[in-house]
């Protein structure tokens, strides 16, 4: 086993750590350790919400959950002779929920998923499922079954939801700025166009004093994807991946977190993977001058070749064309969402509710895809949902579909 370069003990909150971490970007965010090119080491990691999401069968923790502690960030780690301009090379080989131990936090033993509520961040499909619900999953060895969703069981594709590297002031100022101006343009909208800086629950490794309420007060926030990757959710990043990240400080600052044990392209349902604390055995390396060598601003990834072996899919398709039957001009994102209401629509005729089958869709391996963007005025977006994850036969038949009484997933009082 690699060396634990940062430990967390999941019996204490992301404050209450040996070693603290981080979550928000920011250049002057300290360092938790360093390491030398060409090393490997462990990196242990708390779930995103801090522990705060529960083993139960309500979803208020979901609906009452408060955004600005997320995400739960292990590091920085910096690493040797790394220079704006290069690129970190990290090579994903394990990761997997906490070993040897059961507890009350997402990782021991078992994960969640969640729809969060339009007024505490939304979904994709916020404007069907306004309220807040909740599966729970547990793990048994790569295979998670939940309780709230009888009938399904699937092999995980575990990976890090959010890897980056921090950003410099211009870039940091320049995400600021941009993200706030789209905010202006709707300032009242429900949910927010973009999240600005938050000083309350900001968590930033070492800091203190002025430094900290200056740095907490420029600090954006983890939960999109930007430039040096961050909340990219991609399900791919598994073992076996190599990523290719832009260096913008001395030393890159590489963190992660926001471990999922599972999750369907898009994580649509916000928090639509299968959250969990756990750990990840990392390799890293430097390609100097990278950036410009190889015309890279942006990182790219080689996929781990380690997967679930679904072979047989029922797939969805999806136009750029409201549920009014508005035309729109080549709207991937409506045609995605129009998959994927096709899709749950389906599932109902199983005895799902449309709330499990969102979860499902969320959580599950499926695959998503842009299967037309040039034929005018539609696009055509794909879902593609393994048929082998249901214990019953979803095909279609001549025959009336099997209804079966699923109950319900987690809700909120």
Not at 292 to 314: C, H, K, N, W
Not at 386 to 396: M, N, S, V
């Amino acid at each position: 086993m690699p060396e634990v370069l940062f430990s967390v003990d999941q019996s204490k909150s992301f404050t209450e750590q040996n070693v603290l971490g981080h979550n928000r970007w920011h250049p002057d965010v300290p360092a938790a350790a360093t390491v030398r090119p060409d090393s490997e080491f462990r990196i242990e990691c708390r779930e995103w919400f801090d522990g705060t999401i529960h083993n139960d069968d309500s979803a208020n923790d979901v609906r009452d959950a408060d955004l600005s502690l997320v995400h739960q960030l292990s590091g920085p780690i910096t690493i040797e002779g790394a220079e704006p301009g290069d690129l970190l090379v990290v090579d994903v080989l394990d990761l997997g929920p906490v070993p040897q131990e059961t507890g009350p936090v997402a990782g021991q033993g078992w994960g969640y998923t969640g729809i969060f509520a339009r007024d505490n961040g939304g979904g994709f499909l916020t404007d069907h499922f306004p309220d807040a619900y909740k599966a729970v999953w547990d793990f048994h060895g790569h295979t998670a079954t939940s309780r709230h969703l009888p009938g399904v069981g699937f092999t995980g594709i575990a990976h890090p939801g959010l890897m980056g590297t921090a950003p410099s002031a211009d870039m940091l100022a320049s995400w600021n700025g941009r993200e706030g101006a789209l905010r202006d343009t709707d300032p009242a909208r429900v949910p927010p166009l973009a999240l600005p800086p938050e000083p309350h629950h900001a968590r930033l490794g070492g800091l203190g004093g002025e430094e900290f309420d200056r740095v907490a007060g420029e600090a954006a926030r983890t939960a999109p994807p930007r430039e040096n990757g961050g909340n990219q959710d991609i399900k791919n990043l598994s073992r076996g991946s190599r990523v290719f990240y832009p260096v913008f400080v001395p030393g890159a600052k590489f963190s992660v977190g926001d471990l999922h044990f599972s999750q369907g392209d898009g994580e649509i349902t916000f928090c639509g993977a299968i959250e969990m604390g756990g750990f990840i055995d990392l390799h890293v390396d430097v390609i100097k001058g990278g950036m410009e060598t190889f015309g890279v601003s942006a990182p790219v990834f080689m996929p781990g070749r380690i997967e679930p072996r679904y072979t047989e899919f029922l797939t969805f398709a999806g136009l750029s064309v409201t549920e009014s039957g508005e035309q729109r001009y080549l709207d991937t994102t409506l045609a995605y969402r129009r998959a994927c209401l096709h899709a749950i629509e389906y599932l109902t005729k199983f005895g799902y509710t449309p709330e499990q089958a969102y979860l499902i869709l969320g959580a599950a391996p499926i695959e998503g895809r842009l299967s037309g963007v040039v034929d005018i005025p539609n696009a055509c977006a794909t879902l593609y949902l393994p048929t082998a994850i249901f214990d019953d036969d979803i095909r279609p038949t001549a025959g009336t579909p099997q209804r079966v009484d699923r109950g319900q997933c987690a809700v909120s009082s």
